[in-house]
């Protein structure tokens, strides 16, 4: 297994779409793993693909970690979930979360999603699942799904708030 780099903003690589996984082999098994041993590392509790320049509709995600708004997360116990050419059927609710993002180092902003969700995915053999999730779960699928189609949770917020943290890690990026 290896750690990838993960691709942080302002890379543009960020915004690109993903297609569709196609190909169930061995070599999609050992991607998915390191994209789950990058995540444990980084530490994070997702990662889609894009992320680590693969655009393919593949995400992993793991919310079994203890955290607190003053210390990184702790892993509290392995149970990875990994999601192929995943999408979201059914929404009911809203949530409002806090969410920070691998690819947005530092940043926190609350974020609307929906708080209950349906979606439909394969895993590495290409099997066909369907998951109910809410709360937590329910918004980190959300937010790894919106990488997949190029988007960052910053693009989320209001125009002001985006437009101010860009341009805040743009600067920070050029010293």
Known sequence: ??????????????????????????????????????????PGVGLAAPQVNVHKRIVVIDIEYESSD??????????????INAQITKRDGKILFKEGC??????????????KIEVEYQDTKGNKHTLQAEGYLAVAIQ????????????????????????KKIKKEKTL
């Open 102 to 115: 691998l690819s947005v180092p530092g940043e926190y902003e609350e974020v609307e999603r929906s708080e």
């Open 143 to 166: 937010h790894e799904l919106d990488h997949l189609e190029g988007k960052l949770f910053i693009d989320r917020l209001s125009f002001l708030k985006s437009k101010r943290i860009k």
């Open 70 to 83: 003053d210390e990184p997360p702790v892993l509290s116990n392995k149970n990875p979930l990994v999601f």
């Open 1 to 42: 297994m290896a750690i990838l780099e993960i691709l942080t903003y302002p890379d543009t690589r960020l915004a690109k779409k993903s297609e569709p996984v196609t190909e169930f082999d061995t070599s999609l098994e050992t991607f998915c793993n390191d994209m789950l041993e990058t995540m444990y590392d980084a």
